[in-house]
């Protein structure tokens, strides 16, 4: 798989480096910090996310101002100018309508975006995000002066190979990593941006507040949140959700903020994405009815809890089995009807009917 990388031009006339991959419905990335699209298309730190979100979409990412292959000397960097990034590369790839996926920093870029332009965002995806920047944190102790100290962490350390400073950022975004990704993760740091730029970046994200593009969407919205994430607290995910109407929320297990390939998080993201999206359902089609008369009684009531967002425990006890038995009524559901996942499976088992959706968030 290749990716081809483009330049565009953002309304100030900063070069923004974006970059496509893939086959398949467009999904566009909005922007972070850490991120070079060359290096990162190699990296073990980006790698497997670009290589499993393209063999399901066409992927579009690029690098924000300041920052990767986009011009490095900028005038302004604001919310703003990032909102006016993401559009001129959507533009500029001639996308008309897309799924769009805010990781982290993104998210309040992709919540703003989908506020303003409601009509081109088909489904929005959040993760590991947040509403509000870390000096306005409703959680910790004292979130302002701990910004402080990691923005003078960046001016004094970023990109240095003393183990000390390295640690610290590689604490916060990949805290289970070994020490060979810890090294990726270092040299990253060094490509992606200059320390000047880095500090710059982190004080317009500390001061972020996004709380009334978020009660202004009407996009249908999936947000996820690793239970144990170092870089951004649960609670903020929990609060993101809760300020974007009729949000789904989905907490995931680990404590990797950049969740890496064998991270249980990662499959669970995947496969959210895929029932969310409902991308890889499009080969169901016409046939449905066909594929579901193939289930027999207790499979369709199975799928029926399934549709209702209910897990293994639940339905068992509500169909009188065992959890073991239901695992299989699931798998033998997924092969008959040609689905990847129980994402898929809820998503056509709504589709056809079956099942009351349950509040998630």
Not at 200 to 223: E, F, M, N, W, Y
Not at 251 to 278: C, I, K, Y
Not at 341 to 358: F, K, N, Q, W
Request: aromatic share 8%; proline share 4%; glycine share 8%.
């Amino acid at each position: 798989m290749n990716q081809q990388i483009r330049f565009c031009r953002s309304g100030d006339g900063v070069r923004i480096a974006f970059a496509e991959s893939g086959r398949g419905p467009p999904l566009v990335k909005s922007a972070h910090w850490l991120t070079h699209l060359d290096h990162d298309w190699t990296s073990p730190v980006w790698r497997h996310q670009h290589e499993d979100i393209s063999g399901r979409y066409r992927l579009l990412r690029y690098d924000q101002r300041g920052t990767g292959l986009s011009d490095r000397d900028v005038k302004e960097t604001s919310l703003e100018r990032w909102v006016d990034d993401l559009e001129a590369v959507v533009d500029a790839a001639g996308l008309d309508t897309f799924v769009l996926l805010g990781m982290s920093q993104g998210g309040p870029i992709a919540i703003e975006y989908a506020a303003r332009h409601p009509g081109r965002v088909s489904h929005l995806v959040l993760y590991g995000s947040y509403v509000l920047g870390r000096r306005l944190w409703r959680s910790g102790d004292d979130p302002a002066r701990e910004a402080d100290a990691l923005k003078e962490m960046i001016h004094v350390g970023w990109g240095r190979d003393n183990p000390a400073y390295r640690q610290v950022f590689s604490s916060l975004f990949v805290p289970d990593a070994d020490p060979g990704l810890v090294r990726h993760f270092n040299e990253l740091q060094r490509l992606s941006a200059s320390a000047e730029n880095a500090a710059r970046i982190v004080s317009v994200i500390d001061g972020l507040d996004v709380t009334d593009a978020a009660r202004r969407l009407r996009v249908p919205t999936l947000v996820m949140h690793c239970e144990d994430d170092q870089r951004i607290p649960f609670d903020e995910g929990r609060q993101l959700a809760t300020e974007i109407p009729s949000a789904r929320f989905m907490p995931l297990p680990g404590s990797n903020h950049v969740m890496q390939r064998d991270d249980p998080a990662w499959r669970l993201f995947l496969e959210a994405l895929d029932g969310f999206t409902g991308v890889r359902l499009a080969a169901f089609g016409a046939d449905s009815r066909e594929r579901f008369a193939q289930l027999t009684e207790r499979e369709r009531a199975v799928l029926a809890q399934l549709a209702t967002g209910s897990g293994n425990a639940d339905i068992a006890s509500r169909l009188n089995l065992s959890p073991k038995t239901v695992r299989n009524y699931v798998s033998r559901i997924l092969d008959k009807l040609s689905l990847a996942s129980r994402g898929e499976a809820i998503i056509a088992a709504r589709d056809a009917g079956l099942g009351v959706e349950r509040d998630e968030r």
